[in-house]
């Protein structure tokens, strides 16, 4: 039969933003695609067909295809204020989706998610879905199926950012009044992503309102933000502002006298006065439609946190300041009804500067002691990515290069005033350049039978070291039925960069550092088989996974984190690890009460040959048991309630099990660890509860969320301290009240 393209972009009808991965299907549903990040679509379909676009949470919209050549549709869909919200998924794309392992989360979802101090978190949102963890409080990241956090990408608008966290990991550095959609990919990677072995989370922007003015200010119990967007010129350039600087350098008493009187807790932070510490992060985002078939987006983006202590009597100061900087330009060009394209040019920095310095400049000594300790990372990079249909293909292509500094460690010691000045300076740089290319396709194989092939093939590089890599991605999903499918997939995956730590808590200060001829990039193989049931308003997803990783980096036993006069390599061992487990999850996905539970079921263990014996040991986000459960309950367009409880087994950490009496003159006592990560701190659990009222006028509206973080007050534990007979837990968040409050303003 012949066929027809058919191609454009879907839009939310009210402010011209792209809706990715809303689906396309037939009125016979055996064909259909979605969206990409840019709200484009194009399907190959018989003439004389009914095309369906839905998206959750918009009124689905039929288009009867009543023409004999390739044509251009764009479709603008309107908001359903009669559907309930969607949960962990951005529609049915999850289920129909060829991947195994990949989760979808709205930002307008987020908002209505209980949340520490009041501030919704698109990451810390992430623990509500199946195989994703966290470490304790006050510990940055979130951990993917047994992995560390170093080995999730994270990707703001296609561009990576290494500590998207504030405050050591309590907030995210993304302020989800701007995100559009979020994306993890945890089972079956897509070969247009490289660089990580455990997951890729791809954040989408918003692209500014291309029809009416639109502002928000939101006043916080932790924080004040502000966004601002409108056309520049309507229905062709706009802009994005968003902006966001905590209060705790100004409220800080106030809420450490609240959290001691609700908790019995009495610090925030284990080693950081709050009254000495702020963070910002802001966005800056313009769009230009140039015509029909290209398109050009500007992005700047910064986030930072300092922390400023000083001591009036002497010149002691500790000072601290970390923060990304990202800008990106791309290009989005349709050269044909069938043929996407994407240029983007960008460069990302990570910064972490530390300085501890002691003096009395008006006494006789008149002496100065100081350390300054930096660490750095640099990306630059050009990247261009195409998209083709090709009858029942689809096929994705594209190619990158980029070039990475490394500035793992400068630490300059500078002594004055003790009979001599003393001024030295510890510099290990590194530069390397990858590229990277890749190819994948998407057809049906039989009826019944789609395939997902890829190949992701890179190259680092430099003067001392080559490494190549051969990276294949493969995914069937089996249909037997329309609402059932089952799903294979394996993922090979490189990691070129590594991820010194001495702490589990995921201090700012670790230091990313490169492949080198002494340490070889990490490796993953993992296979995953998955199962996906849907109807209406419920959805069942259910995987089993299994993953081995190779190259693995640790400290060695006893080095000195800032001990800079020795290379870093030579504190490092290299190992091996494996995971593996399953996940399950059910999802009610509309109506008046919404909600998921989820459960996971893993293990995850690393090798080392002069670790432990050279025997194998429980990772320290080693999780066996993960439940997490939601709720959100809308009585009308005003009110909501909702609800969140997490449990999580222990992490496994390491105390003396042995003490030795040596008596040679005196007395004395020795403690023995004869194994890693031998003991579990208590298991974590937590109870969040909010409610929402939101009221809209003409011109204006303004919502009002209240609610409690850790409502029943469990002391769960941030670290474990040895005493002379027993180990005593630490606790740094008890229950948190919150309240936020939100003005919205906009133009017709």
Known sequence: MAQIKVSGFIKDFDNHEALIGAYVVDSNHTIGTSANNYGFYTISVPKHTVLRFSFIGYKPKEVLINTPKDTVLDIYLTKDDLLGEVVVTAGRSVEQSNYTGV???????????PAIMGEPDIVKSLTLMPGVSFGNEATSGYFVRGSSSDQNLILLDGVPIYNPYHLKGYFSAFNVDAINSATLYKGAIPAQYGGRLASVLDLNLKEGNMKRLNAKLTLGSVMNKVLIEAPIIKDKTSFLITARRSMLDIYGNQISSLLSYFSGIHKVSDDMDMNQYYFTDYNVKLNHKINHKNRIFLNFYKSQDDYDDKDTISTLRNRKKWGNTLASVRWNKIYSDN????????HSRYKYNAKKS?????????????INYKSAISDYSAKMDFNISIEKHHIKFGGQYLYQRFEPAVTTLRKIGEGSDVDTSYNYNFNTNTTSVYIEDQFK?????????????????NREMFYPSLQPRVSLKYTPHKKLSLKTSYSRMTQNIHLLSNSWSGDPADMWVPSTKQIRPEKSNQIDLGLAYHTHKWSFLADIFAKNMSNLMEYKEGVSYFDNQSDWQSKVETGKG????????????????????????SKSVREFEKLNRGEAFPYTYDRTHNISAFLLYTFNKRWSVSANWIFTTGQPFTVANTYVINNFGHLQIFKQYDRVNN????????LDIGVNYTKSYSYFGYNISAGLYNAY?????????????????????????????????NTK
């Open 713 to 745: 007050n469990r002391h769960n534990p941030y670290s474990v301290f040895e005493g002379e007979d027993m180990l005593y837990v630490h606790s740094l968040l008890g229950i948190m009240p919150y309240l936020t409050i939100s003005f919205n303003f």
């Open 578 to 601: 494996k995971a593996y487990g399953a996940e399950f999850s059910i999802r009610k996905n509309q109506g008046k009460l919404t909600g998921s539970l989820s459960y996971t079921y």
């Open 445 to 461: 194989l039989l009826p019944q039978l789609d395939v997902n092939a890829g190949l992701y093939a890179s190259a680092l590089f």
């Open 339 to 346: 043929i996407f394209s994407n240029l983007t040019v960008y």
């Open 358 to 370: 002691l003096g009395y400049k008006n006494s006789p000594e008149n002496f100065e002691h100081s």
């Open 679 to 686: 003991v579990r701190m208590p298991n974590y659990h937590r």
């Open 103 to 113: 989760e979808q989360m709205r930002a307008q979802t987020v908002q209505k998610l």
